[in-house]
């Protein structure tokens, strides 16, 4: 799947309109008409896994980048419909977030805020 974003140029763009105080609607317009400001970009499908324990979060899953890496791509799922994915991720943090007593204190406390993460869905 692949999914249209913002490029670097196209990020830097939008928050200089936006610290400028320019509607949102015409950022996006304007955006719309800087070439290169957009790129495609491919979505990894990432294996999901339900978490019906957590009051937030819906699902979680992971995917490393090669066999030896000792990071990859944490997806997750919110119950309020968002998909994010968090590149870089540390695999063991990965097993800890599964593992924690409560997965959105976890999530709070430890990733959000802490990794870059980009809604794809």
């Known amino acids: 799947m692949t999914k249209r974003t913002l490029s670097n140029l196209g990020r830097e763009m939008k928050e200089a309109y936006e610290a400028a105080g320019l509607d949102p609607v015409a950022v996006q317009k304007s955006l719309e008409e800087i070439p290169g400001a957009w790129e495609e970009k491919e979505i990894p499908d990432i294996p999901m ?3 019906s324990l957590s009051s937030n979060i ?3 899953g992971f995917q490393r980048a090669s066999e030896e890496a000792i990071t990859g791509t944490l997806a997750i ?7 994010y994915h968090y590149e870089n991720f540390p695999d063991d943090m990965y097993r ?10 976890f999530f709070h406390m430890h990733v959000r805020g802490k990794f870059s993460g980009e809604r794809v869905g």
């Open 49 to 51: 896994f339900n978490h």
């Open 58 to 60: 819906e699902a979680l």
């Open 77 to 83: 799922k919110f119950k309020s419909g968002g998909l």
């Open 96 to 105: 800890d977030l599964c593992a924690a007593d409560s997965v959105g204190k």
